[in-house]
């Protein structure tokens, strides 16, 4: 097979991306009466190309506010648009969380709002609970993000200390009608989980924050403990009468990615084999999907090359290094070390919102050939593992991908392409 496996990685991974985009996917779901006036909000890295297609086919009048990451925007003409920081929420993102809330803070029945949700949601609007400061907020939220705790478990917390997640925004915009469109980027797809969930009712209890800032041992401001101490953290749950008129619509989630990818990589020749949302230690998913690829290598299970295996979901990263890199780079390191230059093996690992944690590239790839290369450059993979600079490995070798901001979001994105099986 004459093939540029490189290539056909990145045309996968912009497959998997353009299969999310708000402008494939948002307008079949919009209210049929597109008509009279509607009040549009938003949050996450997809927010403001979400806000753009509403923008493009709503006929009455529209007005609004989304917050996006910084460098997210879109070109919106009645729609405002701010950009904060992202995954560590900052003065920025505060003040718009308070404009948000003052929106929809005096509607009636006959108001309709549209809120755009998508990944990134939960730092972008960031407005403390009583008695909280951003401070306190930030410094929690460092602490979940090199803990290794899982974006449920993050999110659980971010939700107990918010006066706008947890259900707590559609609370505030009783008793209009709200219409919540989401992109998902978290395993299983959970509308609880996504970007916190403003507008739906949450199953999880202040308990539950507590024990998550013990079992990660975070270091949490007395304020916090005190706050998440007191029943007026708790969050919005089912049986209350606001969330009557809240409607929770998905619209694009991680298994349509890889199902779109898998369609390009059967017309390119490649059997595909998909794996599914998954979570865990990055190094350690990396290592079963090298497992999987030696078992294929080798004896030709569970499918015969040529093939891919595809997967996403998120992975998490334990912090102990000073190193460079997300959870994208730091997969491909460990997958990079546990083949050892395997041949007819090539990996894409990579993130949909096209920035790998707080890098500016998306992720990376790995061929045959990385590991002898990155010795020859005096670099030992476990010594990058023990440092999670994944970053700096692969910026040595020339092999990050680059993409800017795709303004969607359905979390990382993983494709190994076997050319050659070698049954026993």
């Known amino acids: 097979m004459s093939v540029d496996p490189q290539k056909i990685l990145r045309e996968l991974f912009d497959t998997a991306i353009a299969a999310a985009h708000p402008r494939q996917v948002l307008e079949p779901y919009l209210p049929a009466d597109r008509s009279g006036r509607v009040i549009v909000i938003g949050a996450g890295k997809a927010a403001a190309a979400m806000a753009e297609v509403v923008e493009q086919c709503w006929q009455g009048e529209v007005c609004g506010l989304v917050v996006t990451r910084y460098g997210h925007g879109a070109n919106c003409q009645k729609i405002e648009v701010v950009e904060a920081a992202h995954p560590v929420p900052d003065a920025a993102g505060l003040?718009?969380?308070?404009?948000?809330?003052?929106?929809?803070?005096?509607?009636?029945?006959d108001d309709r709002v549209i809120f755009l949700l998508s990944g990134g949601g939960s730092a972008l609007l960031a407005l403390p609970a009583q008695g909280l400061t951003l401070a306190d907020k930030q410094q929690v939220n460092k602490a979940l993000l090199k803990s290794g705790a899982t974006i449920g478990e993050m999110n659980c917390v971010r939700k107990h200390l918010s006066a706008i997640k947890g259900g707590r925004l559609a609370k505030a915009c009783w008793p209009a009608t709200v219409y919540t469109y989401?992109?998902?980027?978290?395993?299983?797809?959970?509308?609880?989980?996504?970007?916190?969930?403003?507008?739906?009712?949450?199953?999880?209890?202040?308990?539950?924050?507590?024990?998550?800032?013990?079992?990660?041992?975070?270091?949490?401001?007395?304020?916090?403990?005190?706050?998440?101490?007191?029943?007026?953290?708790?969050?919005?749950?089912?049986?209350?009468?606001?969330?009557?008129?809240?409607?929770?619509?998905?619209i694009a989630k991680p298994q349509q990615s890889l199902e779109a990818a898998a369609v390009k990589a059967r017309q390119a020749g490649f059997s595909p084999l998909i794996l599914g949302d998954l979570e865990g230690e990055s190094r350690e998913v990396?290592?079963?999907?090298?497992?999987?690829?030696?078992?294929?290598?080798?004896h030709g299970q569970p499918l015969k090359a040529p093939c891919v295996i595809l997967s996403g979901g998120e992975t998490t990263v334990t912090v102990r290094g000073n190193g460079r890199g997300g959870r994208n780079a730091e997969f491909l390191l460990s997958l990079t070390e546990s083949l050892k230059g395997l041949p007819g093996v090539y990996a894409l690992a990579a993130d949909t919102d096209?920035?790998?944690?707080?890098?500016?590239?998306?992720?990376?790839?790995?061929?045959?050939?990385?590991?002898?290369?990155?010795?020859?450059?005096?670099?030992?993979?476990?010594?990058?593992?023990?440092?999670?600079?994944?970053?700096?490995?692969?910026?040595?070798?020339?092999?990050?991908?680059?993409?800017?901001?795709?303004?969607?979001?359905?979390?990382?994105?993983?494709?190994?392409?076997?050319?050659?099986?070698?049954?026993?």
């Open 95 to 109: 003040a718009v969380a308070k404009r948000v809330l003052d929106l929809v803070g005096n509607l009636n029945e």
């Open 286 to 298: 990396a290592k079963v999907h090298a497992g999987i690829a030696r078992q294929i290598i080798q």
């Open 354 to 424: 096209g920035i790998d944690g707080s890098e500016e590239n998306a992720g990376a790839l790995m061929t045959p050939s990385s590991h002898a290369r990155a010795q020859a450059l005096g670099l030992c993979g476990s010594d990058e593992l023990d440092n999670n600079n994944g970053y700096g490995y692969f910026a040595a070798l020339d092999a990050l991908i680059v993409t800017e901001p795709t303004r969607t979001n359905v979390n990382d994105f993983r494709a190994i392409l076997i050319l050659e099986s070698n049954p026993s």
């Open 182 to 250: 989401a992109i998902s980027d978290v395993p299983g797809d959970l509308a609880t989980v996504i970007a916190s969930g403003p507008t739906v009712a949450d199953p999880s209890t202040r308990a539950d924050a507590l024990a998550i800032l013990k079992r990660y041992a975070i270091d949490a401001p007395k304020a916090v403990i005190d706050w998440l101490n007191n029943p007026a953290s708790e969050t919005v749950k089912a049986d209350d009468p606001a969330l009557a008129r809240s409607h929770f619509q998905l």
